[in-house]
Nanobody, 124 residues
Framework: QVQLVESGGGLVQPGGSLRLSCAVSGINFSYYGMGWYRQAPGKQRDLVATILHSGSTNYADFVKGRFTISRDNAKNTVYLQMDSLKPEGRAVYYC??????????????????WGQGTLVTVSS
């Protein structure tokens, strides 16, 4: 079964930290760039950070210096360490996979995949 399962969301005070995890199964993890997106109530879904299989990363300006994306290729898991959280960080955070290599396997037929999201609430 192909799936991306997020975990680690919850309630945190402003200035606090959370670490989100995304467990990936059913695809060849090495073929995919991974990312985190977030969507606040009534807002569009925004890119937070991306990471390639090599470990190369990119961040949205609004999280630079505060968030860190990483991946454990042996565990097929991507993480988002969120520090110095702000109230505007309240959102559902989604894990995303994008295939960056042409393949011919049935398991990797999808170009992109989304998790169901995990809710992060930043409130005092």
């Amino acid at each position: 079964q192909v799936q991306l399962v997020e975990s680690g969301g919850g309630l945190v005070q402003p200035g606090g930290s959370l670490r989100l995890s995304c467990a990936v199964s059913g695809i060849n993890f090495s073929y995919y760039g991974m990312g985190w997106y977030r969507q606040a109530p009534g807002k569009q879904r925004d890119l937070v950070a991306t990471i390639l299989h090599s470990g190369s990363t990119n961040y949205a300006d609004f999280v630079k210096g505060r968030f860190t994306i990483s991946r454990d290729n042996a565990k097929n898991t991507v993480y988002l360490q969120m520090d110095s959280l702000k109230p505007e960080g309240r959102a559902v955070y989604y894990c995303h996979a994008e295939r960056l290599e042409a393949v011919d396997t049935d398991a990797d037929r999808f170009l992109e995949l989304w998790g169901q999201g995990t809710l992060v609430t930043v409130s005092s």
